[in-house]
């Protein structure tokens, strides 16, 4: 009998349907590191390829999982079925439409490249994840992906326009468009966004773009403790001044960090003293943005507000160094494996109010696990990122870090907080999807799935199926972005 995958064969060219080893392993994982092998990557060329492709997975209920970078952190991007991958990452159409000030993409574009093309017309995109230079548009779409300067210019659905791809059956459709407004009918475009490729496939989609901010003024300022930093960054959100990046990085982050770059790229550090090594302070990184003289009025308002209980506070002198201390901080999250050897990525939000005894419960969590748990984020919107620290190969390390995960949810829940802001659900947070949303509010999210896809083929296991991470190993492998 002629399988699925003849009937492929029968309407894509040889090139693009990938069955080796190494293709179906290097599709088989995202930063999760949890790997599950597909039958086949699959490469289309054109929209009339993934139609296809779409029309014969539904037809055989076959499994299609629709992958980009492979950045996303929570296994999004696993296919946990198995089946079939789409990968689009090939896919780099890129236009900037300075008239309107926006911007045609196709989902393998990255989102740095898309910014790099956007500031050559004096625009800018701001979404900026801390994988921004490896993370797909396309990804970042279907996680509805923030990023450092998520309080002040929004988050990718603040930025999304129009999308256009297909439907599970392999129908073309198109929501919304090049338009600032449009109201025609059910608003399908935000059901895209944030769905995690479960409810159709983006094969283009138009971004808003923004004027590029003429200059950039950034500081680092160093506390003893986290609830010293945590009040400064209070009484910067006091002050009503709006940072265009706020991040906060905790003592046991700050720690990880500079040893990995003492190891690695000690002449990036002139801005950290070397004494830090041994006495580590929280930190706030800031930057201001606007013409020069609102990003200078407001960094001396940021500096009046927080800068007065500082133990230690350093300007970047030029855009070089301020780029410098960013890179530093983009490399938190690599950063965390110098406290062990797995992780599990949490990225919480809590109210503005709640942040102090939220790093309260997280300072007795830490206590009574005995597990390292490096907490930094976006101080501005409360968008925190946690990680639970712990050896793979220590039973007992295992049982504490999901005792503790577990905890962690359920604190940030009855503090009327989220369990992911920017990372969305993928396979490690289905667990406690139950946390944050009650009976009613899933009966009706499986609804809305159901409608679009009822033989249930695109990316599934994710989002509302509890998944334990615990029964599955993670892989060791490097990525393109380890460092």
């Known amino acids: 009998m002629e399988t ?14 990938d069955t080796s080893a190494e293709g179906t392993f290097r599709a088989s994982l995202d930063n999760l590191r949890l790997s599950r092998c597909p039958e086949a990557v699959l490469r289309p060329a054109d929209e009339d390829g993934v139609a296809a492709i779409l029309a014969l997975a539904n037809e055989h209920r076959m499994p299609l999982t629709t992958r980009g970078a492979g950045s996303a952190t929570t296994g999004a991007a696993t296919p946990a079925d198995g089946g079939w991958v789409l990968d689009l ?44 230079t490896h993370a797909t548009l396309g990804g970042t779409i279907a996680c509805n992906a923030g990023g450092l300067r998520g309080a002040k210019y929004g988050v990718t ?40 490729g479960t409810l159709g496939i983006i094969t283009g989609a138009v971004l808003r773009l923004i004027p590029r901010p003429v200059a950039r003024r950034t500081a ?9 930093a945590l009040a400064a960054a209070a009484a910067i959100r006091k002050r009503r001044v709006i940072p265009s990046i706020l991040e906060f990085l905790d003592r046991e982050t700050v720690a990880a960090t500079l040893r990995l770059w003492h190891r690695v790229a000690p002449d990036k ?13 929280a930190l706030l990184l800031v930057e201001t943005d606007g013409e020069p003289v609102q990003a200078d009025a407001e960094m001396a308002a940021v500096l009046e507000a927080a800068g007065t209980h500082a133990a230690h506070r350093h300007t970047a002198a030029s855009a070089e160094e301020a780029e410098t201390l960013w890179t530093v901080r983009r490399s938190c999250s690599q950063a965390m494996f110098e406290l062990g050897d797995t992780k599990l990525n949490e990225d919480v939000v809590l109210p503005l109010d709640a942040q102090e005894p939220f790093f309260q419960a997280i300072e007795r969590l830490r206590r009574e696990t005995g597990l390292p748990m490096p907490t930094f984020g976006h101080a501005a919107d409360g968008n925190f990122h946690v990680h639970i620290m712990y050896d793979a190969g220590n039973p007992a390390h295992r049982d504490k870090a999901r005792d503790g995960i577990r905890r962690l949810m359920e ?73």
């Open 89 to 132: 990452s090939g896919w780099k159409q890129l236009a900037v439409r300075e008239a309107t000030m926006s911007a045609f993409v196709q989902p393998g574009v990255t989102v740095k490249a898309l910014d790099n093309a956007a500031a050559e017309a004096g625009l800018a995109y701001p979404p900026d994840p801390g994988s921004a």
């Open 269 to 281: 550090l002139t801005a950290f003293p070397r004494a830090w090594t041994a006495d580590t302070p």
């Open 220 to 228: 680092l300022l160093a506390y003893s403790d986290e609830p010293a």
């Open 411 to 483: 604190q940030v829940v009855a503090l009327d907080g989220a369990i992911s802001g920017e990372h969305g659900i993928g396979l490690a947070k289905t667990p406690f999807m139950a946390l944050q949303h009650g009976a009613a509010e899933l009966a009706v999210m499986r609804r809305v799935k159901e409608a679009f896809d009822p033989n249930k083929i695109l990316n599934p296991g994710k989002l509302l199926e509890p998944f334990e991470i615990w029964n599955h190993p993670r892989t060791k492998v490097r990525l393109p972005w380890d460092h």
């Open 157 to 196: 659905r603040d930025y999304v326009m129009g999308l256009e791809g297909f439907l599970p059956t392999g129908e073309f459709v198109r929501w919304g468009g090049n338009l600032r407004k449009f109201a025609c009918g059910y608003n399908i475009r935000d059901l895209w966004i944030g769905s995690e």
């Open 4 to 17: 699925p995958l003849d009937r492929l064969r029968d309407v894509l060219p040889p090139e693009a349907i």
